[in-house]
C-alpha cells in the first residue's frame, strides 16, 4: 500500500469517526438524553432490583404452571423455525444463482424474503394480532414469517457457496435438475443450513418471549400478567427460567454445531 493510498484511507478513518460523534450528539440532543443522570441511577436501579425481584416459597408453587409456558414457548419457536425451514429451502433453491429456474421465480424468492425480513418479528406480532386476535396462531405466525425472511437469506448464501465443479460434473452427464439438487446442492449446503436453523430456534426462543406478551400466549403471557399485578417475585421466578432455558438451548446447539461442521 502507498503513502497515498494510507493517507485517503486515515482521512476516511477520521471523516467516519467524526460524522460517528456528530450523529451521537444530535441523538442525545434530540432525545434529552444525559449520560452522567443514567450513570447515577444504575445503584438505584441495582437496589430495587435486589429488594423487590426475589424468588420467594411461595412463587416457587407456580413453578409447574410456569414450566408449561415455557415449554409451550419451546415447541411454538421449534415448530415455527422447522416450517420455516422447509419453506426457506424451496425459496432458496428458487432464489439461488446456482440452481434457479428461471430469472422471475429467482425475482420473487428475493422479495419474499426480503420482505418478510425487514419488517421486525415485533411489527409482525401487531399486524398479525389484528387479523387473527390474541393467540398462539398469531405467535406463530409472527415468528413463522419472520424466520422464512431471515433463513431463505441465509440459505441463498449457502447455495451459492456450493462447490459448482460437482453440481457441472452431474450436469454434463444427464442428470435431471432435481437430482443435481439432491446429489450435488443440498449434501454440501445442508451442515451451513442446519446451523442456520439452530441459531434460529435460539432467536426465535428469545424473541418468543415478546411475541407472547403481545399475543398473550406462553411464557410473555404469564410474564406480562404478573408485572402488571406488581407480582415481582413470580417475574422472578419466570425470568430465572427463561435465562435458564435460553442457556440451555444454546449450550445444546453449540454442541450439535461442532458434532455437524
Request: aromatic share 12%.
Amino acid at each position: 500500500m502507498n503513502a497515498k493510498q494510507m493517507r485517503k484511507n486515515k482521512w476516511q478513518t477520521t471523516i467516519f469517526f467524526i460524522l460517528i460523534i456528530i450523529v451521537t450528539y444530535l441523538s442525545t440532543a434530540i432525545t434529552k438524553f444525559n449520560f452522567i443522570d443514567s450513570i447515577a441511577t444504575i445503584p438505584a436501579a441495582f437496589s430495587w432490583i435486589f429488594s423487590n425481584l426475589l424468588i420467594t416459597e411461595e412463587s416457587l408453587e407456580k413453578l409447574p404452571q410456569i414450566l408449561e409456558k415455557l415449554g409451550e414457548t419451546i415447541f411454538m419457536s421449534i415448530a415455527a423455525t422447522t416450517l420455516a425451514a422447509v419453506v426457506s429451502l424451496f425459496l432458496a433453491i428458487m432464489g439461488s444463482k446456482t440452481t434457479k429456474v428461471n430469472q422471475t421465480f429467482s425475482v420473487i424468492a428475493r422479495f419474499i424474503a426480503s420482505f418478510s425480513r425487514n419488517i421486525p418479528v415485533v411489527a409482525w406480532s401487531l399486524i398479525l394480532l389484528i387479523s387473527f386476535g390474541q393467540n398462539s396462531i398469531t405467535g406463530f405466525l409472527a415468528l413463522f414469517v419472520a424466520t422464512v425472511g431471515f433463513l431463505t437469506r441465509a440459505f441463498i448464501e449457502s447455495v451459492d457457496e456450493a462447490n459448482q465443479s460437482s453440481v457441472e460434473a452431474l450436469t454434463a452427464t444427464g442428470a435431471t435438475y432435481f437430482h443435481m439438487i439432491s446429489k450435488a446442492v443440498i449434501p454440501q449446503s445442508l451442515p451451513q443450513m442446519l446451523s442456520w436453523i439452530l441459531f434460529m430456534i435460539e432467536t426465535n426462543i428469545r424473541s418468543a418471549t415478546l411475541v407472547g406478551i403481545l399475543t398473550g400466549t406462553g411464557i410473555g403471557y404469564m410474564f406480562d400478567l404478573y408485572y402488571k399485578n406488581m407480582n415481582y417475585n413470580l417475574v422472578a421466578l419466570i425470568t430465572f427460567t427463561i435465562i435458564i432455558a435460553v442457556i440451555a438451548i444454546e449450550l445444546i446447539s453449540n454442541r450439535i454445531r461442532r458434532v455437524i461442521l
